[in-house]
């Protein structure tokens, strides 16, 4: 363990130097933030208020190094496809252990640096763009325990890019497939309650709906916690094992240069 605590540490401080990029990534998400509150606020007919609309939406921008499905260490695929690989492979550790802490590394460093700015400012906003605090600190508590198994959640589904890229050996149309799906069904850029019901009834067992929707209704004391979470925590195991399997039969059959 002590080998994966000092590349995360490595990683970690590393992510911290983009400073200048997450500053202009904290603009970008406000702007989109204000945007996705005006967008929806016009048309909402559903059970969320205002305040649980514009707080649905500053969680997501605050939170999206950790939720976002694209915000992934892509260096990854550059190691895969040029044949660097190897390196990895004879190290003398888990190779799926290993990309799975470079990616929490690379998600929390550039949280660390958006984060804050973005809920300083989202709660001290006018109505209705003010972000609200959650009712009591266990609500919080569990919220934060609910958002560390979506980063959890979100890095298991990219190491299925990495494997699926060593046997395609070029992970460009994965990519754009599985985030133009996932930017679609995650609930992210279209909350849930603005789907069918009975579409909300089938996503709330199903992976998409322990991305974001859990712990930003947790949050917003919307859902049943414990339940939410207790699914979230089936989807990780079963996508972490699955992970692991599926690596190790990649690297049986590796190519590199062609050898």
């Known amino acids: 363990m002590r080998q994966y605590f000092a590349l995360f540490k490595v990683r970690f401080n590393a992510g911290l130097q ?16 204000f945007l996705s509150i005006l967008l929806f606020t016009a048309f909402n007919t559903t059970e969320m208020s205002p305040e649980n609309l514009s707080t649905f939406f500053w969680l997501r921008q605050s ?12 260096s990854l695929f550059q190691v895969i496809e040029s044949g660097d690989v190897a390196y990895e492979c004879a190290r003398p550790t888990d190779l799926y252990t290993l990309w799975f802490v470079r990616n929490v590394a690379f998600r929390c460093a550039r949280f660390v640096l958006r984060a804050g700015p973005i809920v ?7 109505e209705p763009f003010r972000m609200s605090l959650p009712q009591t600190l266990t609500t919080f508590t569990l919220f934060i325990v609910s958002l560390g198994i979506t980063l959890l959640l979100e890095i298991s589904i990219n ?12 992970s460009l149309g994965i990519r754009i497939l599985t985030i133009s799906l996932f ?16 579409v909300q009834e089938f996503f709330k067992f199903t992976f998409f709906y322990g991305l974001q929707t859990t712990p930003f209704f947790i949050y917003m004391g919307l859902i049943q916690p414990i339940s939410a979470i ?14 692991k399997f599926l690596m190790s039969k990649a690297l049986q059959r590796i190519e590199v240069f062609g050898g």
């Not at 939170?63 to 892509?74: C, E, F, G, K, N």
């Not at 190491?159 to 070029?170: A, D, H, P, R, V």
């Not at 992210?188 to 019901?197: E, L």
């Not at 925590?233 to 079963?238: C, K, P």
């Open 159 to 170: 190491m299925f890019l990495y494997i699926g890229t060593m046997y395609m050996k070029s």
């Open 63 to 74: 939170t999206i190094a950790l939720t976002a499905i694209w915000m992934m260490d892509t």
């Open 120 to 126: 300083f400012v989202a709660l001290f906003l006018p």
């Open 230 to 243: 207790a699914i979230q925590v089936v989807w990780l195991i079963l996508f972490v094992l699955l992970g």
């Open 18 to 33: 983009y400073r200048g990029a997450a500053l202009a990534g904290v603009v970008t998400q406000f702007a989109w933030g």
């Open 183 to 198: 930017d679609l069904l995650d609930g992210s850029n279209i909350p849930y309650p603005f789907f069918p019901k009975p």
